[in-house]
């Protein structure tokens, strides 16, 4: 039905006897961990039953979601610098309504509305299924907030909506929060004790992108290896499960051969592993399945023992060398890739060495790399003085950076001359001649179009390489579907 001018300026709610016919925009922007951009996926899923549109369009949003990250405080700036254009552009359009979500929703709460006066709606991780009514309160003139931590809500009921999707690869959330309380990181804190998914939800998640055509999916959490299905609820009250409920019981290795076999041709990722809980069987079954890929996210944080234990990470140097050891045996093909920090108080020279030998012993094909930054609240915020001068942290942190450069050369040298099978994702950034995908090891490679499509399995022979990208030419159609 046609529409009134009055009625589009106004862009919202038409009601039409009995029924409500919903033409609101909803614009959701995303910053921070790949679990922040699957939650955006949930949040529009939800909105979308409301009968919200979303829009890549900012001009036409009557409400704008920003998901907000609290890693670091260089994150929380850039998001205040957008949330004060966001409340520029209201000036204008004073029924806009801008709403923060995710970490700093958690951590900052009611002070984005009192204090700062920046935003209409405050909302955290695990209250996206109140938005409905938090909108209509914003509706109604008033500020709205809902920032309870949940120690059940994993949102697998849920099918999230595909935001910017390539239509290819997805990401499938099977944890939330994280119970491993390292010094330095704010997590723990913004998304509170971890709960793990209903297996069946995931299953039903895979089967159905599946059916929409994607072919690789990340199976996302803050720390997947401690993955524990007995019926829901915290991972802690698993002492107290009935015996039937441990003997049912799935764990992360489990879990990943469930989805390996359930769709035998689906690529398989996962993301983040943590060196404390991750276990050889899980190293085992990926060698077992060929189509979960050849890749592991292990962060280090850092070198030295004494760094290690101040930082609550709850493994030794050594003992990260022999899950290195054992990768390296089980899976030869396999590429790690780690996440660093620099300059953690009381962080010595020496301590610093024993970060850059890690570095050699590993030699990772690619990496993460980060300054300290002191989170308010953390366990390192209270009790220990952030002493690296900042001049420090950042030499230390491009002599970091410069030695995992060399690393990333010599991983991707180690592929020329090799075939390698590649998952077509999209077009190369650089050349609209060219497609970009990746391989098992999760490394770029660009190659001619010919005749392929976006979501073939391409077998490409490597002939030249950066230190990042893999140059080469497709030698024949391996399979589809
Ligand atoms: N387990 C998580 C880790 C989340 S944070 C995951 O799924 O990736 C990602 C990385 O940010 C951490 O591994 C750490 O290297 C870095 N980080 C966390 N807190 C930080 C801080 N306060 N300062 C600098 N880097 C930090
Ligand atoms: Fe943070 Fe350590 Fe958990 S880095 S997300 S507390 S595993």
Redesign the pocket.
């Known amino acids: 039905m046609e529409k009134t001018i009055d009625e589009k300026i106004q862009g919202s709610t038409l009601v039409l006897g009995d029924k409500t016919l919903n033409s609101r925009k909803l614009y959701i922007e995303s910053y921070g961990?790949?679990?922040n951009f699957s939650d955006s996926e949930i949040v529009a899923s939800i909105l979308t039953n409301e009968g919200f549109n979303t829009t890549q369009n900012l001009a036409e949003a009557d409400l704008v979601l920003v998901n907000t990250c609290s890693?670091?405080?260089k994150a929380e700036q850039t998001i205040r610098k957008r949330l004060t254009e966001y409340n520029a552009v209201k000036k204008t359009r004073p029924h806009m309504k801008v709403g923060v979500l995710g970490c700093m929703a958690e951590r900052l709460k009611d002070k984005l509305l009192d204090e700062e006066k920046i935003v209409d709606m405050v909302v955290g991780p695990d209250a996206y299924k109140d938005l409905p009514n938090l909108i209509k309160e914003v509706d109604d003139g008033r500020d709205a907030v809902n920032v309870i931590l949940s120690k059940e809500e994993t949102y697998g009921d849920i099918a999230p909506v595909r935001l910017n999707s390539n239509g290819v690869t997805a990401f499938v959330s099977i944890t939330r929060g994280?119970d491993?309380m390292?010094t330095?990181?704010?997590?723990p804190f913004t998304r509170g004790r971890e709960r793990s998914r209903d297996p069946q939800s995931i299953l039903a998640e895979v089967n159905e992108l599946w059916e929409k055509g994607f072919r690789e999916i990340t199976l996302?959490?803050?720390?997947?290896d401690s993955y524990l299905w007995y019926g829901g609820g915290l991972k802690k009250g698993f002492e107290k499960a009935s015996e039937m409920q441990k003997a049912t019981a799935v764990n992360f290795s489990q879990l990943l051969e469930l989805v390996a076999k359930t769709q035998p041709k689906m690529r398989i990722r996962f993301?983040?592993s943590?060196p404390q809980d991750m276990t050889l069987d899980v190293i085992r079954t990926m060698a077992k399945y060929d189509n979960i890929c050849k890749h592991i996210?292990l962060?280090v944080?850092s070198g030295s023992n004494r760094i290690l234990k101040e930082m609550n990470r709850l493994h030794t140097i050594e003992e990260y060398f022999e899950l290195i050891d054992n990768i390296r045996k089980i899976l030869p093909d396999c590429s790690i890739s780690q996440?660093?920090?620099t300059g953690?108080p009381t962080e010595t020279e020496e301590d610093h060495k024993a970060t850059l030998k890690a570095l050699e012993y590993v030699k990772y094909d690619f990496g993460?790399?980060?300054?300290?930054?002191?989170?308010p609240g953390?366990m390192?915020a209270r009790k220990m003085k952030d002493d690296v001068p900042e001049p420090v942290k950042k030499r230390r942190l491009s002599e970091i950076i410069t030695l995992q450069r060399e690393h990333c050369q010599y991983r991707t040298e180690q592929h020329l001359g090799k075939v390698q099978e590649v998952l077509i994702e999209g077009s190369s950034k650089k050349s609209t001649e060219d497609w970009m995908g990746r391989n098992s090891q999760s490394t770029v490679v660009v190659f001619p179009k010919e005749n392929y499509k976006i979501g073939d399995l391409v077998n490409v022979e490597v002939y030249d390489c950066t230190s990042a990208t893999l140059i080469g030419k497709a030698i024949r159609y391996s399979n589809n579907n």
Request: aromatic share 14%; glycine share 2%.
């Open positions: 961990c790949a679990m890693i670091r405080d994280c491993n390292c330095f990181c704010v997590v996302l959490g803050q720390n997947v993301s983040t943590n996210h962060p944080q996440d660093i920090i953690f993460y790399m980060y300054a300290y930054s002191e989170r953390t390192a």
